[in-house]
């Protein structure tokens, strides 16, 4: 049964390394939670790490600036892994080929930007989708569409047997009161129709293996027994850190505050009735990071 706890620092000292979430757990897309990131400075301070592992869809650079503008302040974290960067490395290397039909807001265009991990990058160009060996999608060009306007398009993609790289698979997240789509939902979509889409963010291994990377780049050989990961999506954060063997923290209070009935605390009844119904375990959960 899921252990539900008061706050971060009761399980600290069994860890040496959080895999933690952004969106929903440290910030709501406008602003940080202070309580998030009070226990992930106290997390710091007894000498963990700190990851962020995040399905953004973008480089980690991009992400750092963004955490910057809203206020986050960089004490509360040591490093960044995107499933951005898995996702741009997979395409350099020609996962959906070199001419790449582009599904994504104009911020997002700096997923394009040459990676250093290739010497020298292969070029990849965007093309119209007539012309296209592969589809990227960053997720939706307007996030408050219903995804099924991408019908039409993914349609004739299928037809043409394209393979869709999803540099994003959250289905949705809430930006403030705001609930928006993601490319999870378009790629869903995608394969719903008989297409085949591509997926590098969580729950997928390449991103894990990116986020143990940034954490070995700090000098410390943390074993899986020692890492938890702390996030509020059960289809991503939570299955991810089972398929990896990791423990989790599954945050309540965020996209399944309701399922959970999540006010302080997740619903005891509730919490095992929605595990239950997704097929997937944690090894706590809390209303909120804190």
Known sequence: MTRIIESLADIAANYDALFCDLW??????IAPFPEAVAALRGFRAGGGKVVLLTNAPRPRHDVEVQLDGMGVPRDCWDVIATSGDSARLAMFQGAVGHDVHFIGEERDLTFFEPIHLLDPCPEVRRVPLTEATGIVCTGPQDPHADPSAYRGEFLYAKTKGLKLLCANPDIVVDRGHERIWCAGALAALYE???????????????????????????????????????????????????????????????????????????????????????????????????
């Open 192 to 290: 719903e129709m008989g297409g085949e889409s591509l997926y590098f963010g969580k729950p997928h291994p390449p991103v894990y293996d990116l986020a143990r990377r940034r954490l070995a780049d700090l000098g410390d050989s943390v074993p899986d027994s020692r890492i938890l990961a702390v996030g509020d999506g059960i289809a991503t954060d939570i299955k991810g850190a089972l398929g990896e063997d990791i423990d989790s923290l599954f945050v309540t209070g965020g996209i399944a505050a309701t399922e959970t009935r999540t006010v302080t605390d997740p619903d005891p009844d509730a919490l095992e009735r929605y595990l239950a119904q997704e097929m997937v375990t944690s090894t706590y959960a809390i209303g909120k990071l804190r």
């Open 24 to 29: 929903g757990c440290l910030h709501n897309g």
